[in-house]
């Protein structure tokens, strides 16, 4: 059974810095792309990150575009999402996802974690 669970998630101030966590199990990590989504309230879900299985290929959406890293720990079977400059219209549920494959994408993603809310205040 493939599990993915986010951490990290809080309430901060505006110009403050996250770092969300995902752990995995039953899932072949190493062969997986990994992405970061969110959704805030009234909205649809929107990709936020993508990487791929080596860590080597990485897309982000312009709307975090300098500010969010996304990386991997493959020995810990983790993804991790930095988040600096955080500003307002960043808050939102944030989820972790996995894609059997090795092309990072904005959608198509066959797991899904829960959820961790990222709220922040200006």
């Known amino acids: 059974q493939v599990q993915l669970v986010e951490s990290g998630g809080g309430l901060v101030q505006a110009g403050d810095s996250l770092r969300l966590s995902c752990a995995t199990s039953g899932l072949t990590f190493s062969s997986s792309v990994m992405g970061w989504f969110r959704q805030a309230p009234g909205k649809e879900r929107e990709f936020v990150a993508g990487?791929?299985?080596?860590?080597?290929?990485?897309y982000d959406a312009d709307s975090v575009k300098g500010r969010f890293t996304i990386s991997r720990d493959n020995a810990k079977n983790t993804v991790y999402l930095q988040m600096n400059s955080l500003k307002p219209e960043d808050t939102a549920v944030y989820y972790c996802?996995?894609?059997?494959?090795?092309?990072?994408?904005?959608?198509?993603?066959?797991?899904w974690g829960q959820g961790t809310q990222v709220t922040v205040s200006s």
């Open positions: 996802a996995a894609r059997v494959g090795r092309v990072v994408t904005t959608n198509g993603y066959d797991y």
């Open positions: 990487i791929s299985w080596s860590g080597g290929t990485t």
